[in-house]
């Protein structure tokens, strides 16, 4: 057999081998299995990584700019995000874009944002250990192909999946950390803050108001020295 058609025949089983990944949480996403965030998608929509793709109605795979400076990461998709196949766009989203215009940061221009899990868990319960593994190399080839300079990790859900850090959101929002070379800060998830309305000194939202005042001081470091 001609060396040709052996590099001819190993190349088919690696093409065999992406087109299992949504089959099976065993087949691993490697660095660099997607050129682009449709082809990450259209993966994400035929995933049956875990049970979660039984249930869903979309995969919820995210929005906005796609060379943002910015991601936002949150833990899974609700049912606004599972009708209508976007991360962000409920009553949370809503205030998200507010916090974020607040300080002239939009999706179109500087953000871009996901969820660690594409499907929405019956019920919005938090997803499973098992859920968050298999889902989460989906989430690695994002951050690659955005490039962001630094992620916000939206409650401890999102903390804890890309960290590994356990402490609560609390102890540890505002708080620049360092991941993977990446600039992270983990910040209040939106809809505790809808559950928390009080605008009070020391309040969730007033301390929000300061997370995001750092987020945009940093942003504007790292452009004027860029």
């Not at 691993?28 to 793709?53: F, K």
């Not at 995210?62 to 766009?89: S, W």
């Not at 356990?166 to 809808?194: A, D, N, V």
Request: proline content about 6%; aromatic content about 6%.
């Amino acid at each position: 057999m001609s060396s040709e058609i052996q590099l001819s025949l190993f190349d088919n089983s690696n093409s065999d081998q992406q087109d299992l990944i949504p089959t099976d949480a065993k087949i691993p996403i490697t660095s660099g299995t997607y050129n682009n965030m449709t082809e990450l998608a259209q993966h994400c929509n035929q995933c049956h990584r875990c049970s979660l793709g039984d249930t869903r109605t979309h995969a919820v795979v995210g929005r906005g700019n796609l060379q943002a400076p910015i991601m936002v990461i949150g833990e899974a998709p609700g049912q606004n995000e599972d009708e209508t196949g976007l991360p962000f766009v409920g009553r949370s989203g809503q205030l998200l874009e507010k916090i974020l215009a607040s300080v002239n940061l939009s999706t179109e221009n500087d953000v871009y944002i996901a969820n660690i899990n594409k499907c929405r868990p019956p019920n919005n319960r938090v997803p499973t250990l098992d859920e968050i593994a298999a889902c989460k190399p989906y989430l690695w080839e994002q951050i690659r192909l955005v490039n962001p300079k630094m992620i916000l990790l939206t409650g401890a859900t999102a903390v804890k999946g890309i960290t590994g850090d356990k402490r609560g959101i609390t102890k540890i929002r505002g708080q620049w950390l360092e991941w993977e070379g990446r600039l992270c800060m983990p910040i209040f998830h939106p809809s505790y803050l809808l559950r928390n309305p009080s605008k009070e000194k020391g309040a969730p939202k007033w301390l929000m108001w300061q997370d995001i005042q750092a987020v945009r001081a940093k942003l504007d470091e790292i452009r004027k020295n860029s």
